[in-house]
């Protein structure tokens, strides 16, 4: 498993959420869930932090080399 599965299930998570398609969502978060089970410890733990909170959003820009904003977390 590598960031780039989780890249794509990412993505198609945002686009299917922007299209309100619940079969997709539902399929896309299936993805997003056994990438980061595969993932585990040897994820970044920023990106481990975005994943468990659900800011897939973050989690993506993280992902592909952007700073995510501060969110009420602080972090």
Do not use: W
């Amino acid at each position: 498993m590598n960031y780039d599965e989780l890249r794509k299930a990412l993505t198609e998570f945002m686009a299917a959420a922007e299209t309100k398609d619940a079969g997709k969502i539902v399929a896309a978060l299936a993805r997003i869930t056994d990438c980061q089970r595969a993932l585990g410890n040897k994820a970044h733990p920023q990106l481990r932090h975005f994943l468990e909170n659900r800011s897939y959003r973050k989690a993506l820009e993280f992902i592909e080399g952007e700073t995510p904003a501060a969110g009420s977390c602080g972090k």
